[in-house]
């Protein structure tokens, strides 16, 4: 099956700084990636995600690259701000009908902005 | 984004006795609904795949006979732990694929405490 391992799983930074967090994984026939922002006892938040036939996205200050090559894709965060403190999953699933749904997730990252 | 609701967000209930959690999709139809587990400080783990009109399909190592799930019409999937024991104590998450778009959203989660 899939394996997603995601780094760093801390990260602190300064406000305005900006954040980088890497995921890899295992399974050639993942074509789909999304990233969760999750915050202290609530469910994920989609904030962004990427299909396989595109290498990167963008959407204000956050970005996606993917390397379907080396199996790895990244999550960018430009300008950060202290409410973008949380917890932030990489995931993959093969997409295609169903499958969107069954995700496998990274170990997730700690993001602490500070102000 | 599309709304997922979950009820209820907490529950705590002795050991032995049976808990339902219901996943709502308000916005659109959802075929196939997914049911994860996070344990504290920990990734979110595919439980089962709930889909309409059918039984569900769960994932290996996840007892179905433990974890009822019912996906009775297009906008909601129940969740019933029965018998549950303190080992059951987890962070149950429901998510909703959006078959228009392609994307999953996920409930805010439901925090399960067994005494």
């Known amino acids: 099956g899939e394996n997603v391992e995601q780094h760093p799983s801390t990260l602190s930074v300064q406000e305005g700084d900006s954040a980088v967090i890497k995921c890899t994984y295992s399974d050639s026939a993942s074509n789909y990636f999304p990233w969760y922002k999750q915050e202290l006892g609530k469910g994920p938040q989609l904030i962004i995600d990427i299909r396989s036939n595109v290498g990167e996205k963008k959407d204000q200050r956050i970005a996606v690259t993917l390397n379907k090559t080396a199996k790895h894709f990244s999550l960018h965060i430009t300008e950060t701000q202290p409410e973008d403190s949380a917890v932030y999953f990489c995931?993959?699933?093969?997409?295609?009908?169903?499958?969107?749904?069954?995700?496998?997730f990274g170990q997730g990252t700690i993001l602490t902005v500070h102000p | 984004g599309a709304v997922v609701s979950q009820h209820p967000s907490r529950v705590i209930c002795k050991s032995g006795t049976s808990v339902k959690i219901e996943c709502r999709s308000l916005?659109?139809?959802?075929?196939?609904m997914f049911w994860y587990r996070q344990f504290p400080k920990q990734s979110l783990m595919l439980m089962a795949t709930?889909?309409?009109?059918?039984?569900?399909?769960?994932e290996q190592g996840v007892e179905k006979d433990k974890f009822l799930i019912n996906h009775a019409s297009l906008t909601l999937s129940t969740l019933t732990v029965t018998s549950a024991h303190p080992e059951d104590s987890s962070f149950y998450i429901c998510?909703?694929?959006?078959?228009?778009?392609?994307?999953?959203?996920f409930g805010s989660g439901t925090q399960l405490s067994v005494l």
């Open positions: 916005d659109f139809q959802a075929t196939t």
């Open positions: 995931a993959a699933s093969e997409g295609g009908g169903t499958s969107y749904g069954k995700l496998t």
């Open positions: 998510s909703a694929d959006r078959a228009t778009n392609e994307k999953l959203f």
């Open positions: 709930s889909n309409e009109g059918s039984k569900a399909t769960y």
